[in-house]
């Protein structure tokens, strides 16, 4: 039986599909945490956690130097023959820890680069991928200078977060310093990494937003497909909701997946699956932001149900040393998912899932939330307070189907 570590998880989607991929593929699955406790507090965690983890390992997983302690004492008692992570903030350890260890993973200094977001930005301009016009700043005064050469409305953005934390949409000084301070305020991220010195500040692009799902493999990175993405939240950008394969044309398709090609290889990204996000302005693709890991928010749960394989499965296989570049993957339907939102406060109750659930295309109608539950403003991912997931022919379809079931869901809340 082969053996694969896992450094931590995502709790939106990937991670546990990655954790189920390796029980199906009969792994012996060892997981190393800093704690389990938000696993558990997630929809399914504690079933995934049980149902799929063999051995669990506490210790600290967002620095390389604990995290390569606990491995390499789990390696010396039997040999590991695979170690990654899909979660965000523990990339870089894990890819650095597999690196040390001799086992495959994709090179940790192409994830260090596109773990901070001023780094993805330096090397795409010096390598001619069109980017928003930006400033890497250090001090409030820079922050309201960069502002002021961009114009408003301007976005402010911490350069290691992910979920959409500090990202804000300014339109006034007072807004971008309000944002600087903020994330200056806290020495971590939210993973209780020292966060960089840098925060940026950059042009706010006017146009509609997807993702582009890459594999990297042997020097080449492929298409896997594009993601029409629904943001939200004001002044914020929320994910509402996400649509696999993309219904746009195949003209603006083929600029979008070249111009995430571009931004992958730029970076060195050479082995995985990553998420690479831009917006289609009237000057064309311009990039957001590359994620070196899956993607979060059930995109991968999208993109299995359309393609009817396992995309996580293909990822287990890359790190087990095994070539998948030559496998068809391609839509055979469509899928979507709509996030639920609720307004601010204490959850008084939840009516309507039964009847979402049994609208037909329907796969999936959550809320996470139940009385006494309290509802946060809609500032990051997490605020969400559910999902519904439907398959269709089309896209299109499978969209159109999980508004019209999301519709019947209310969450009542009120004030605290």
Same mark, same amino acid.
Not at 169 to 172: D, F, K, Y
């Given at each position: 039986m082969k053996r694969i570590g896992f450094v931590e998880s995502n709790r939106s989607g990937s991670g546990f599909d990655a954790l189920r991929a390796a029980r199906r593929l009969g792994l012996h699955v060892t997981f190393f945490s800093c704690g389990l406790d938000r696993y558990h507090a997630t929809p399914g965690g504690t079933e995934v956690l049980e149902g799929c983890v063999d051995e669990f390992v506490s210790c600290p997983t967002h620095e390389v130097g604990p995290l390569l302690a606990a491995v390499k004492e789990v390696d010396a008692r039997q040999p590991l023959d695979a170690l %990654?992570?899909?979660?965000?903030?523990?990339?870089?350890?894990?890819?650095?820890?597999?690196?040390?260890?001799? %086992?495959?993973?994709?090179?940790?200094?192409?994830?260090?680069?596109?773990?901070?977001?001023?780094?993805?930005? !330096? !090397?795409?301009?010096?390598?001619g991928v069109p980017v928003p016009e930006f400033h890497?700043? +250090? +001090?409030?005064e820079e922050a309201m200078q960069a502002a002021e050469k961009l114009g408003f409305p301007c976005v402010v953005k911490a350069v290691d977060e992910t979920s959409g934390a500090h990202v804000v949409?300014? &339109? @006034?000084v007072a807004e971008v310093v309000e944002t600087? @301070?903020?994330? !200056?305020?806290?020495? &971590?991220? !939210?993973?209780?990494? &020292?966060?960089?010195?840098?925060?940026?500040?950059?042009?706010?692009?006017?146009?509609?937003?997807?993702?582009?799902?890459?594999?990297?493999?042997?020097?080449?990175? *492929?298409?896997?497909?594009? @993601?029409?993405?629904l943001l939200g939240g004001r002044n914020r950008f929320i994910e509402l909701g996400h649509n696999f394969p993309s219904a746009l044309p195949e003209g603006v398709r083929t600029e979008l997946e070249a111009a995430a090609v571009a931004a992958t290889t730029a970076v060195g990204f050479d082995l995985g699956i990553a998420h690479v996000e831009l917006k289609y302005t009237a000057g064309?693709?311009?990039?957001?932001?590359?994620?070196? *890991?899956?993607a979060g928010d059930q995109i991968t749960e999208l993109m299995d149900r359309s393609f009817g394989l396992s995309t996580m499965e293909l990822l287990l296989r890359q790190y087990l040393g095994e070539s998948v570049g030559s496998i068809d993957v391609r839509p055979v339907r469509g899928a979507a998912i709509r996030y639920l939102t609720a307004h601010p406060g204490v959850v008084d109750g939840v009516t309507g899932v039964e009847i979402a659930a049994a609208v037909p295309g329907v796969a999936e109608a959550v809320v996470s939330v139940s009385p006494g539950s309290h509802v946060n403003h809609l500032h990051v991912n997490e605020d969400r307070v559910g999902h519904v997931l439907a398959t269709a022919e089309t896209s299109y379809l499978a969209g159109r189907i999980a508004e019209a079931a999301a519709q019947q869901i209310t969450v009542r809340t009120h004030r605290d």
């Open positions: %990654l992570s899909v979660a965000e903030y523990e990339v870089v350890p894990a890819a650095e820890a597999a690196r040390q260890l001799g %086992l495959p993973g994709p090179d940790p200094a192409a994830i260090r680069i596109a773990r901070n977001k001023a780094e993805q930005r !330096r !090397r795409w301009a010096e390598r890497a700043v +250090t +001090t409030p949409r300014c &339109t @006034t600087y @301070t903020a994330i !200056r305020a806290v020495a &971590t991220n !939210r993973r209780g990494q &020292t966060r960089p010195a840098e925060v940026l500040v950059e042009e706010c692009l006017v146009g509609f937003e997807v993702s582009i799902e890459v594999l990297a493999e042997a020097g080449a990175v *492929r298409v896997l497909g594009v @993601t029409d993405k064309g693709p311009k990039l957001i932001e590359i994620n070196p *890991r899956p």
